[in-house]
């Protein structure tokens, strides 16, 4: 069974910081990888989806890298701002997509 | 507005009492899913449905019902809810021919 793991599982960083958050998995054989972002009381938002022929997404100062064969992605932000402050959750989806595995997130907090 | 919405958003009641959480999107999307989050356990599918009255069970389907009588509505229903189904729950909705997954923003139940 598919487990994804993100460390760490919190981060705080200055405003203006550039940072990584990582995101791995046991079973290498997904065909996309989905990063979202999650607000306190609010629902999940998609940041990037990258299929599994692709390197890399980007879109604004977020930027997502997958190496499917090491079992890894991760999430670059870059000049972090307060209101980067959120739980990022990354999901490989099971056969068919109607599923999707989650890691357990990654809290972080941009300091003004 | 293309969005999930779920109600209710916050609710507490009583072991045994059934009760209805209802789904529901206007994006004309085929597939819902069920899903619910528990710290240090990450998000995960309660059941889902690939069309109206088509549906399945997914990682953790005991305790809970669904129905899909409408292409729009996907409610879940907790026949005599338990303790242990104190969670944060979320319905998601995609398009057939995309891997993006919308989310709802959330209902924060608890049994007591």
Redesign the interface.
Known sequence: KQEVTQIPAALSVPEGENLVLNCSFTDSAIYNLQWFRQDPGKGLTSLLLIQSSQREQTSGRLNASLDKSSGRSTLYIAASQPGDSATYLCAVPQTGANNLFFGTGTRLTVIP | EAQ?TQNPRYLITVTGKKLTVTCSQNMNHE?M?WYRQDP??????IY?S?NVEVT?K??VPEGYKVSRKEKRNFPLILESPSPNQTSLY?C?S?SAGT????????TRLTVL
């Open positions: 999930v597939y899913s240090g356990l990450g998000l995960r599918q889902y690939m399945d997914g990682d979320f998601a995609r891997d993006t997954q919308y989310f709802g923003p959330g």
